[in-house]
Each structure stands twice: as C-alpha cells, then as structure tokens.
T-cell receptor, first 114, second 113 residues
Framework: DAKTTQPPSMDCAEGRAANLPCNHS???????VYWYRQIHSQGPQYIIH???NNETNEMASLIITEDRKSSTLILPHATLRDTAVYYC???????????????FGTGTRLQVFP | NAGVTQTPKFQVLKTGQSMTLQCAQD?????MSWYRQDPGMGLRLIHY???????DQGEVPNGYNVSRSTTEDFPLRLLSAAPSQTSVYFC????????????FGPGTRLLVL
C-alpha cells in the first residue's frame, strides 16, 4: 500500500507557482520522500527527493515540514508542458536483499491552463 | 546511451497465450524493475532485480515470471495471458538501489482478448 496521500487533481495558471501537497504521516526517520511525474502515457520521470531539509534543483523545490509528516512540491513557474500526474513516494523497506521498493500511489493530476 | 528500451511497443494476445516483454538498459545499472499501469491508476510493482541472478516479487507478481541472466536485460514473461493482464508495462532501472533515480522505458501496451 502506498504510504502517501495526495489530492487527485489540481489546476494551475501558466506562469504561476504550482504547489502540490503530500501527506506521509507514517514516515520513518530514515525514509526519503521522492517525487516523480508522468506526462501523458510516457514513463515516469524523476523530479526530486529529500530527507528533512528543503531541496531545490533545476526542475522544482521540495519543502518538507519539520515533523516530516507532509511535504510540498513547488514548480515555481508552471508551463503547459508541466501538465502531468505527479507522484509522491516514500521508500518501503524490504527484508530480502537489503533493498527498498518505491511504491507509487495514484498521484495528483496537475492541469496547467493558459 | 539508449537508456532503457522496451519491445514490443504494442502487443495483442489471446487468452492463454504466453509471451515475453523485453527490457534492456545500457547504463550498467544493477537495479531493474517492472511495473504495470492500468487505466487511471498509478504504477504497481510486479518484480524487481538487484543484480544478475537475483530477483524478488513486488506488489502484483502473480501470472508473471522474471529472470536476470545479464546486467543489461530483464525480460518479463507472461505464462498464460488473461484479460486482467491488459495494461501498460513499464521497465525501469537505477544504478544500485530502488531509491536512487529510476529511469523508465517508454512502455509496452498489452491487450489480452
């Protein structure tokens, strides 16, 4: 089961900041938060990830609350090309082979309009 | 680098037929995985592999087999196709672990009649 909760859809005007929320109230202390997006029917694309500090890269910023129970992905100047489904993901620890899984939920469908 | 490639792009099967979905990566990644995505749904993990000769089950492994004989290739086999397996299948790879940046292939659309 996905350990995150996201709104099913959001709208944003082109040129404005898009703020996509995610709740992960059961996150453990050493679990990272990841964001991917999927444009139309393409394969998902990595955006950003973080543990407890805010992170920024050329695509987006990630703001994680101090208690780490929620986070917000920020697209500072949304364009029409940012219309996509955005997935907030928390690593799920596994026992075998000492590796974790990424479990995708249903994500937030972001529609950027002119 | 070609990245992650998948073949075929589209396939139609009849119930009971078997087939193999191919996935290859040329980035020397150790971690590879298969997801399926049903209409309007998120991605669900089928199987994954942390290196040649090592595979494990994901969320929805029933009806699928995998093997990893080389680092580059991670084929997904449907043993006896069922209409419930109609979906889009994505292969992904990352350097060593699932939680590193995963690179996804373009997907294979499968229709089982």
């Amino acid at each position: 089961d996905a350990k995150t909760t996201q709104p099913p859809s959001m709208d944003c005007a082109e040129g404005r900041a898009a703020n996509l929320p995610c709740n992960h109230s059961t996150i453990s202390g050493n679990e990272y938060v990841y964001w991917y997006r999927q444009i139309h029917s393409q394969g998902p694309q990595y955006i950003i990830h973080g543990l407890k500090n805010n992170e920024t890269n050329e695509m987006a910023s990630l703001i994680i609350t101090e208690d780490r129970k929620s986070s917000t992905l920020i697209l500072p100047h949304a364009t029409l090309r940012d219309t996509a489904v955005y997935y907030c993901i928390v690593r799920v620890p596994t026992i075998i082979y000492n590796t974790d899984k990424l479990i995708f939920g249903t994500g937030t469908r972001l529609q950027v309009f002119p | 680098n070609a990245g992650v490639t998948q073949t075929p792009k589209f396939q139609v099967l009849k119930t009971g037929q078997s087939m193999t979905l191919q996935c290859a990566q040329d980035m020397n990644h150790e971690y590879m995985s298969w997801y399926r995505q049903d209409p309007g749904m998120g991605l669900r993990l089928i199987h994954y592999s942390v290196g040649a000769g090592i595979t494990d089950q994901g969320e929805v492994p029933n009806g699928y087999n995998v093997s990893r004989s080389t680092t580059e290739d991670f084929p997904l086999r449907l043993l006896s196709a069922a209409p419930s397996q109609t979906s889009v299948y994505f292969c992904a790879s990352s350097y060593r672990q699932a939680w590193e940046t995963q690179y996804f292939g373009p997907g294979t659309r499968l229709l089982v009649l």
